[in-house]
């Protein structure tokens, strides 16, 4: 189903429970985020729980909004532009997903009202420092997966990524560049295009998702990053070589 104007001008919108007004598009399966501007800049909070998006962006200019619930969809990729489109979050729910990179979060930083940010059960929660990542990139956010952040966590993260200058340590530098790419067949390392998108099988992606969950080192996350970057899938070996 695709998330047509006809199908929000249909949609319910009521006052929540913590007193937004709430646009619910739960559970329609929806491969994509599209049309909102239909609905004009009129909700404090937009459920998209149980769908099948696997990009969070394509928003309109909504200052209002403050809430996106996206719990159980196949997200992957956050848009570099969410911040512009939507500045006023201060909660987004992630958990049940497919992000895979702690840089591919990088983006929730810029979001100057974020205080409750939620992503556990995907991949990326498995990752080491984890946590810690993500309270130093989001700065403003006070609760991280339902657990208020503590100043020792605050304290613990700065120490790790960020030198006394300011500039990135060699951790630091290691974690912002495992980032989830998208590789061209044929394609150049400056992303040009010749032979056309590579796709992947679900099998395929269930065979990269779960190496990349298993991994237990940023080392392996490196050999696994290098291997895709190169057009080569995973194969059996490697999954068991990252667990």
């Known amino acids: ?12 919108s009521y006052i929540n429970p913590i007193k937004e007004r709430e646009l619910f ?8 985020i599209e049309n909102l501007g ?19 962006g394509n928003f309109p200019k909504f200052l209002r909004l403050k809430t996106l619930l996206l719990s159980r969809n196949r997200i992957t990729t956050i848009d570099a532009t969410l911040a512009k489109s939507v500045p006023n979050l201060s909660c987004v729910i992630l958990t049940s997903n497919s ?64 030198g006394k200058s300011g500039e990135l340590t060699d951790l630091g530098a290691m974690i912002k560049g495992l980032k989830t790419r998208t590789f061209e067949v044929g394609g150049t390392e400056n992303g ?3 032979a056309g998108p590579m796709r992947l099988t679900e099998a395929e992606q269930r ?12 080392n392996e996350v490196a050999r696994l990053e290098g291997m895709l970057r190169e057009g080569r899938i995973p ?9």
């Not at 189903?1 to 319910?12: D, F, V």
């Open 207 to 218: 065979q990269i998702e779960e190496a990349i969950k298993n991994a237990k080192s940023l």
């Open 99 to 162: 992000i895979g990179e702690l840089a591919d979060l990088d983006i929730l930083g810029e979001l100057p009202r974020l205080e409750v940010l939620a992503v556990m059960d995907n991949p990326v929660a498995q990752k080491e420092y984890y946590r810690e990542w993500l309270i130093w990139r989001c700065h403003h956010v006070r609760y991280l997966d339902f657990v208020k952040v503590k100043d020792s966590e605050r304290k613990r993260a700065k120490a790790l990524f960020e």
């Open 192 to 194: 040009e295009k010749s």
């Open 235 to 243: 194969q059996d070996k490697d999954v068991q070589m990252a667990g």
């Open 38 to 56: 239909v609905s004009r800049d009129t909700n404090d909070s937009i459920d998209f729980t149980d769908n099948d998006i696997r990009y969070l």
């Open 1 to 12: 189903m695709k998330l047509t104007p006809e199908l929000l001008a249909e949609a319910p």
């Open 25 to 32: 598009l739960r559970g329609h399966k929806l491969p994509t």
